[in-house]
């Protein structure tokens, strides 16, 4: 029996009961990330029974980015079985919740676990979608992300987020910006942020969460002001 850790929600699993096998969701520029939440539209068949399956066993799936942009999991550069090369590095999601349509989809919300790294890629399921040998070792301390403190400039990246905004005329909830604590900022913007997927790769491969911090501090910079900054930039009036 697994012990329970005092504070941890119950529903989350423990490093022991991280699966081997799991089943994988390819899409471009999507980026799920330890602690962040992820809606998903769900509405091809084979994807359908990738998540009755996940439903009936661990709940659980991988999400990852083919090498090449473009898409699902039919895009990219093909594998010597045909299918499109995906990169090696991905996070696991746990369905916490779901909703069915009357045209068929499935409404999901992913809650993100931990990164992990394909080992190999399986034969296809039955219901046509792909799965891989995972493995979680090299991430396990992604498991204690509410406990993880970050080094954050805030002020730095107020500033950038604000140029960033005004450059692409996006607008947000600046007051809910403000409260946030620093994890849940961060893993919040790197997900949501309309990033490219190398950018979103990096992100998500970034050691841990202060230097997913400065990285994302730099890609704003970058998109913002055309070169990342060794010193904040003046903030506008």
Known sequence: ???????????????????????????????????????????????????????????????????QPGGYAGDGLPTEDGRPKVHKVGCAGRIVSFNETEDGRLLLALSGVCRFEIVRELDLAHGGYRRVSSVFSPYRADLDHADEEVELDRDRLMAAL????????????????????????????????????????????????????????AFLEMNAFGQASETPPKRAN
Do not use: C
């Open 1 to 67: 029996m697994t012990e329970r850790v005092p504070g941890r929600n119950p529903f989350e699993p423990s490093f022991e009961q991280l699966p081997e096998t799991l089943p994988i969701f390819p899409l471009s520029g999507v980026l799920l990330l330890p602690g962040g939440k992820l809606p998903l539209n769900v509405f091809e068949p084979r994807y359908l029974s990738m998540i009755f399956d996940a439903l009936a066993g661990h709940r659980m799936i991988g999400m990852v980015q083919p090498m």
């Open 162 to 217: 604000a140029a960033f905004f005004r450059g692409r005329n996006l607008s947000t909830d600046w007051d809910a910006v403000k409260k946030a604590a620093d994890a849940n900022l961060v893993t919040s913007l790197s997900m949501v942020l309309p990033f490219g997927p190398a950018e979103k790769q990096a992100l998500l491969e970034a050691a841990d969460s202060t230097a997913r911090a400065k990285l994302l501090v």
